[in-house]
């Protein structure tokens, strides 16, 4: 069965401190991975998507970047944080042909 | 024309009432609508999903009801628990291509005991 795993559960970062977040799925091949960010209380916002190792779709500019190096690794950074990038950081996956997306558990991140 | 537009944005609904989630879509080639439940601190979870060869799903207390004509979609969830107290979120996507998922801005619900 396939599964996301997604770390570290929690982060307080400094603002100016860089950031790395990974994820990683098991049980499948070529998926298409995404991270997500979601503010308290609030929608769902798409941030990046992949469809490949070393393809990577920016939905909105920002502070933040992403790589995928690995067929099943997916990765979140930053160089500099910056206060509005506190927020409730969400990796997705969906099959390369196919519907759905599994979310992995999320990373609450507080810039201080 | 991307957009998925839900409401309401907020439901209080006592336990054993119908909580009702309405979404519409403009996207006449979205053909996969499935709901997502989070809760707090959690990432989403599918919870049921509906392709537009039918009318309506059911899976046990949660029912999706599909207007192919009126390009509306609508979660019900019968006899509403105190655990179904979440965040929903409905979505859609096209089979076809790259199969990026369009959320609506999601819906708190919380059943009072």
């Known amino acids: 069965s396939q599964t996301i795993h997604q770390w570290p559960a929690t982060l307080v970062q400094p603002v100016g401190s860089p950031l790395s977040l990974e994820c990683t799925v098991e049980?499948?091949?070529?998926?298409?991975l995404y991270w997500y960010r979601q503010a308290a209380g609030r929608g769902l916002q798409l941030l990046f998507y992949s469809v490949g190792i070393g393809q990577i779709s920016s939905e909105v500019p920002q502070n933040l970047s992403a790589s995928r190096p690995q067929d099943r690794q997916f990765i979140l950074s930053s160089k500099k944080l910056l206060l509005s990038d506190s927020g409730f950081y969400l990796c997705a996956w969906s099959p390369y042909l196919g519907n759905g997306y599994t979310f992995g558990s999320g990373t609450r991140l507080t810039v201080v | 024309q991307q957009q998925v537009k839900q409401s309401p944005q907020s439901l209080i609904v006592q336990k054993g009432g119908i909580s009702i989630i309405n979404c519409a879509y403009e996207?006449?080639?979205?053909?996969?609508f499935p709901w997502y439940q989070q809760f707090p601190g959690k990432g989403p979870a599918l919870l049921i999903a509906?392709?537009?060869?039918?009318s309506e799903k059911k899976e046990g207390r949660f029912t999706i009801s599909f207007n192919k004509s009126a390009k509306q979609f609508s979660l019900h969830i019968m006899d509403s628990q105190p655990g179904d107290s979440a965040t929903y979120f409905c979505?859609?996507?096209?089979?076809?291509?790259?199969?990026?998922?369009?959320f609506g801005t999601g819906t708190r619900l919380l059943v009072s005991p």
């Open positions: 979505a859609a996507s096209e089979s076809t291509g790259f199969q990026k998922l369009v």
């Open positions: 509906i392709r537009p060869d039918v």
């Open positions: 049980g499948t091949s070529n998926p298409n």
């Open positions: 996207n006449t080639a979205f053909d996969y």
